[in-house]
Structures are given as structure tokens and as C-alpha cells.
């Protein structure tokens, strides 16, 4: 039999859960475009714990000003495609000035203070560091 599927509708979840065959052939009638989720990424969203985590993540981007225009979805999105929580003691630099990133990643305070200050040079030659300020949860740095 055959069986048409409309917006909003989902298959492969079985295979994408279970790690089985497809049961099934897919084939489009018309342009049709598909949202994609590898298999990690699916069974994430049924997994407590990390449902908690991402609920955690998604309330800490509704705190961020940057991404005020968001809807909840695309903030639910970032959240899902989040590298995770890193940790720093207290005195170790996340990023250092003029230094060329090898990771190209933005930063949101998720708990604690951090300061944030720049290396300038006086009249006098004199190097100094200033404290631009400091920043807690829901600030973004790394832009």
C-alpha cells in the first residue's frame, strides 16, 4: 500500500533509534524538501538527562540580548548543536588577545563572572592591562 506523507509528518525514526534496516522506500513526488537528523543527534531528544541539559541551554539563549529575535524553535536548535559546557579555573584565559583562534567558537557565560581587559600601550610606550569589564551569565564573548 502506498502511503503519502504531508508536512509536519516523520518516518525513519525506528531505524534511526533502533539502528535497524529501513523498512521502506522514500521517494519524492515534486520538489519536496525534508528536514535531515543524523541518528545521535535523534536519540538525544529522547534521552532525560539530555533533554534537562538542552532545556538548561535553551533558557540560558533566551537570556542572551544577541539573540532576542529568535523564536523558541531556533533557540531549541542551537541548544541541540551546542559543543557542551567547558569549564576554566579561576585566572585561566579563554581567549588571549591578538592571538589567531584555532577553534572559531562563541562563548556564553553559563555560570560564574569572568573579566574581560585589553593589553594598551600608553604615550610613553608603556604596555598596561585595562579591565574593560566584567561579565556573567547570559553575556557572549568570542564574536
Not at 14 to 27: D, E, G, M, R, V
Not at 32 to 60: H, I
Not at 120 to 136: C, D, K, P, S, Y
Amino acid at each position: 500500500a502506498d502511503v503519502t506523507f504531508h508536512a509536519g509528518e516523520c518516518f525513519g525514526e525506528l531505524s534511526a533509534l533502533y539502528n535497524c534496516q529501513w523498512l521502506a522506500n522514500f521517494t519524492a513526488l515534486e520538489d519536496t524538501v525534508v528536514f535531515a537528523l543524523d541518528s545521535r543527534n535523534f536519540k538525544r531528544c529522547f534521552c532525560p538527562a539530555k533533554q534537562l541539559r538542552l532545556r538548561e541551554y535553551t533558557e540560558l539563549l533566551e537570556e542572551v540580548h544577541a539573540l532576542t529575535a529568535l523564536v523558541s524553535s531556533e533557540r531549541w536548535e542551537l541548544a541541540c548543536n551546542a559543543v557542551g559546557l567547558i569549564e576554566f579555573r579561576p585566572g585561566e584565559r579563554v581567549l588571549h588577545q591578538g592571538k589567531i583562534r584555532e577553534a572559531r567558537q562563541w562563548y556564553i557565560i553559563f555560570s560564574g563572572t569572568a573579566v574581560m581587559s585589553q593589553e594598551r600601550v600608553n604615550e610613553h610606550g608603556e604596555r598596561r592591562l585595562v579591565q574593560l569589564g566584567e561579565i556573567r551569565r547570559g553575556t557572549h564573548f568570542g564574536e
